[in-house]
């Protein structure tokens, strides 16, 4: 078989064969409709009300806060719109932040639209928001404050806890796209002071498809699909019995595993940030140092562009993603990178690798040993580079 | 999402480095938007392109784009230099995704560029040129657009 070694574990990740071994029987002979009340069906009323619980326990929640969904954008969706919605009485202000995901940037956009208005925080450099700049934001109009746990593209864990207790403290609601980090950090809604939560499965082992909305009771929300009585009526269709299996599933085997296998991650990333700092000049580590999702490495090549070295990783059978514009389709490089402060064209120049548990020490050698020889063949093809040491032989 | 040509170029490319003392040499393109291209002419004094360089910054199709149009005017005299279009640098590499002709689009401009600062220097005047718009240092101060 050719080398794979899969480095992209924030885009999706492999789906565990015990999430598969949970999910089949649902495929096949147990495909009843949980609403059916011949018992041959109820039988997977059981397993959505036994995953509901299991998620919920990993939170410090109850299993009738826990709304299930096709994933991590309708979450973001759900919680922006129907909390504007519902709350709209109240105020027509909300806070999030200018590194969110897009299905919360569009989404606010969108209720912009709508005649919401929508303060989009600055982080610093290291992708952190100040909590005074928070605090400095909030209005008596603010029903809603979405900030991230941790981002997708450079890792950056938030000061949630704080930010939670900020929103308590003036009775805003607080939502945490929790997309990247539930299933590789410890969260707990209570100590978190959170109100909503969006998670999906495909980031932690579980199927695609399928995510959840963690609900605090009491929060007034409405219904995001209309019809049956599913999800307390609030998201009508029947289940996606196998995602459900599968999702609660990929959840328990994601906290059984934790601690060691961030632990894992947290070791050989650090290797990887080490060596490519040393051994690569001019490169710069993009994200928290310390605080930081623990298979997250984002860097920064000066005078190179994204896609080019993802192709040339490619071909060495290494699997990454970038910020850089031509990856995306669009003239700018990502919004994340440009809001911690990086000019245009270092934006251009990043690569994000992102462990997971199977990676070996020998992989990592692979990748930096490929890196290396991959940068500088491409700075030996850069005007800047060119331009760059001109300058400084003068 | 490349062609098999596009790769091969990106992959080996041809004439990729510098020429001292060149004839003209042309740099276009923005590192806001994440391509700039140079191009290195050598022209003898009958007006024929005897060498030719390139170096880029951007994505694959950037180097692939530059890679061929330094093929396709290395030999060629000026005028016929002045006839390779984008359109050509795209035939010849079996086509770009939409999202990247504008790389096409600045290969030529490079070549361009490249014998303006010829035709400057040389105080002669080349048919159907015109002064470069694009400038690396263009848009650098710029404010950004509000999200």
Known sequence: ?394 | MYTEKVMDHFQHPRNMGEIENASGVGTVGNAKCGDIMRIYLDIDENQIIQDVKFKTFGCGAAVATSSMATELVKGKNIKEAMEVTNKAVMEALDGLPPVKVHCSLLAEEAIHAALWDYAEKHDIKIEGLSKPKSDIHEGEEEEEEEY
């Open chain 1, 1 to 394: 078989m050719e080398k794979l070694i899969y480095l992209d574990n924030a885009a999706t990740t492999k789906t565990a064969p015990e999430v598969v071994e949970a999910m089949l029987p649902y495929f096949t002979e147990k495909f009843g409709n949980p609403s059916s009340v011949y018992s041959f069906a109820s039988g997977n009323k059981d397993v959505i009300t036994k995953q509901r619980e299991t998620i919920a326990k990993t939170l410090g929640a109850k299993s009738n806060e826990i709304y299930f969904t096709a994933g991590g954008s309708e979450s973001d969706n759900w919680a922006l719109k129907a909390t504007a919605d519902a709350y709209q009485d109240k105020g027509n202000h909300i806070i999030t932040t200018k590194i969110e995901h897009h299905a919360i940037l569009h989404t606010a956009e969108y209720l912009e639209k709508r005649g919401f208005e929508v303060t989009y925080l600055d982080v610093d450099e290291d992708g952190v928001v100040r909590l005074e700049d928070l605090e400095a934001a909030i209005r008596p109009t603010t029903i809603l404050i979405s900030v991230m746990f941790a981002n997708n593209e450079i890792g950056t864990i938030q000061p949630i806890k704080e930010i939670g207790k900020i929103a308590h403290e003036k009775g805003i609601l607080f939502h945490t796209d929790a997309v990247q980090a539930f299933g590789q950090v410890p969260i707990d809604v209570d100590e978190y002071h959170i109100d909503m939560l969006s998670a999906s499965g495909h980031k932690l082992n579980g199927p695609k498809g399928i995510g959840f909305l963690y609900i605090r009771k009491g929060v007034k929300i409405r219904s995001f699909v209309h019809g049956g009585a599913q999800e307390r009526k609030r998201r009508a269709g029947t289940e996606n019995v196998p995602g459900i299996a599968g999702l609660g599933a990929a959840v328990s085997r994601a906290v059984r595993t934790m601690e060691e296998r961030t632990a894992k991650e947290i070791e050989l990333r650090n290797y990887l940030i080490e060596r490519v700092m040393n051994e690569i000049p001019y490169t710069k580590l993009n994200g928290h140092r310390e605080n930081r999702l623990p298979n997250n490495a984002n860097f920064s090549f000066r005078f190179i562009e994204g896609e080019a070295l993802l192709i040339k990783l490619d071909m060495k059978g290494i699997c990454g993603s970038s910020g850089s514009a031509c990856t995306s389709g669009s003239l700018d490089p990502s919004h994340v990178l440009l809001a911690i402060g990086l000019p245009h064209e270092i934006a251009h120049g990043s690569l994000r690798l992102t462990l997971n548990e199977e990676i070996s020490k020998e992989d990592i050698d692979y990748v930096v040993d490929s890196l290396k020889e991959i940068v500088a063949d491409l700075r030996s093809m850069s005007p800047l580079y060119e331009d760059f040491i001109k300058k400084e032989n003068k």
